[in-house]
């Protein structure tokens, strides 16, 4: 049992590191884009149409979809006066007490997102600016980003699990 939930949560974590790694090569591509953008329009007067916009869609992408990347990473912002002096057992538990709401949150977040998404898909949703471009490619980050973070809680769940039942971290 221990290596069938070893290898699920490699497959898990490998999905979200390697989510974090496209992600990252996403932040190059926007610097790239508003670089152009700026050199357009203070060194030759001759802004483009299109640059802040698809640079708002990659920030989009990027902000939702880093969530389990983040997660992953252990790195999620939170109260750390009490946690922090907890015993790494402690700290299993009190994260145990909180995944059911995250669960149930990240959920609600995939469902309304897929409804959302699935309709922006459906009539080829695009922005209201005089550029038009694509709206639904950035909706359907909502429920992926929803289902990677639900993925790494899942993971975080079973190590905390078994940290506090066998007393050891699974590794």
Request: net charge positive.
């Amino acid at each position: 049992m221990r290596n069938h939930l070893l290898r699920l949560l490699h497959i898990i974590g490998m999905i979200n590191a390697h989510t974090g790694k496209v992600l990252s090569v996403l932040i190059v591509f926007m610097t790239l884009i508003l670089t152009y953008e700026v050199v357009l329009r203070y060194g030759f007067n001759a802004p483009t149409k299109w640059a802040h916009e698809i640079t708002c869609s990659i920030f989009a992408a990027y902000s939702v979809l880093g969530g389990g990347y983040a997660l992953f990473l252990n790195q999620h912002i939170r109260s750390d006066v009490i946690y922090a002096r907890f015993s790494e057992r402690g700290k299993a538990i009190c994260d145990l007490i909180a995944f059911p709401l995250l669960f149930m949150l990240l959920i609600l977040i995939f469902m309304q997102g897929f409804k959302m998404a699935l309709s922006s898909t459906l009539a080829r949703e695009t922005t209201v600016t005089m550029f038009r471009s694509l709206l639904y490619p950035v909706k359907i980050c909502i429920p992926l980003a929803a289902l990677l973070m639900l993925l790494q809680t899942l993971a975080l769940a079973i190590r905390n699990f078994w940290l506090v039942i066998k007393r050891e971290e699974l590794k």
